[in-house]
């Protein structure tokens, strides 16, 4: 069972670069979202999507795009990279059912310098 | 306004000696709730939920959680805490009332709980 995979798990990157963070899930859900981790922060959600070709903005979402083009991959795009989105970045998954969990991947963990 | 509060951001405990893990919630309707685990350089686990029913629900590894809707808490228990339990806890929301008519919900994090099981 392969769940929600993130690629790739660690990355640094020079300030003004941009990227994508990749998430795939291999269980049909409806459901996902990228959240971002830093210290005494817990998690906050920058993009989710309730399916294929809808996405909308979480809490955070300033520096980030996202598309759903497949109902298994959501990547996340760094437009143009700052020191203050050195951060732990998690993507994750669940059915359309709102009782379900979410089903997270092991993170990107990402450095800007 | 949905939100999570974890009041303590470290909890100590002895191996052998019951543990809690405070939550409270704030949501304008009905919550789903929930509780994750996450260890070190892993993405969170999922523990246990309430959706309805007995306010006692029983997780993963022996936890449990007792919903209270009069004081808005989800606290996270285990009778007996073991050192393997040490690792960052979540207490999480969802409201069911919902984002634009989605039966999903947003899911609301709370700051998390480092938990330390000492030998």
């Known amino acids: 069972n392969a769940g929600v995979t993130q690629t790739p798990k660690f990355q640094v990157l020079k300030t003004g670069q941009s990227m994508t963070l990749q998430c795939a899930q291999d269980m049909n859900h409806e459901y996902m979202s990228w959240y971002r981790q830093d210290p005494g922060m817990g998690l906050r959600l920058i993009h989710y999507?309730?399916?294929?070709?809808?996405?909308d903005q979480g809490e955070v979402p300033n520096g980030y795009n996202v598309s759903r083009s497949t109902t298994e991959d959501f990547p996340l795009r760094l437009l143009s990279a700052a020191p203050s989105q050195t951060s732990v970045y998690f993507c994750?998954?669940?059915?359309?059912?709102?009782?379900?969990?979410?089903?997270f991947g092991d993170g990107t963990r990402l450095s800007i310098l | 306004a949905q939100s999570v509060a974890q009041p303590e951001d470290q909890v100590n405990v002895a191996e052998g000696n019951p543990l809690t893990v405070k939550c409270t919630y704030s949501v304008s309707g009905n919550p789903y709730l929930f509780w994750y685990v996450q260890y070190p350089n892993r993405g969170l686990q999922f523990l246990l939920k309430y959706i309805t029913g007995d306010n006692l629900v029983k997780g993963s590894y022996g936890f449990e959680a007792e919903f209270n809707k009069s004081q808005t808490s989800f606290h996270l228990k285990k009778p007996s805490a073991l050192v393997s339990d040490s690792a960052l806890y979540f207490c999480?929301?969802?409201?069911?009332?919902?984002?634009?008519?989605?039966?999903?919900?947003?899911?609301?994090f709370g700051r998390g709980t480092q938990l330390t099981v000492w030998p």
């Open positions: 994750a998954s669940s059915s359309g059912q709102g009782s379900q969990p979410q089903h």
């Open positions: 999507s309730v399916g294929a070709g809808i996405t």
């Open positions: 999480a929301v969802r409201d069911i009332s919902a984002d634009r008519g989605s039966t999903l919900g947003r899911l609301y």
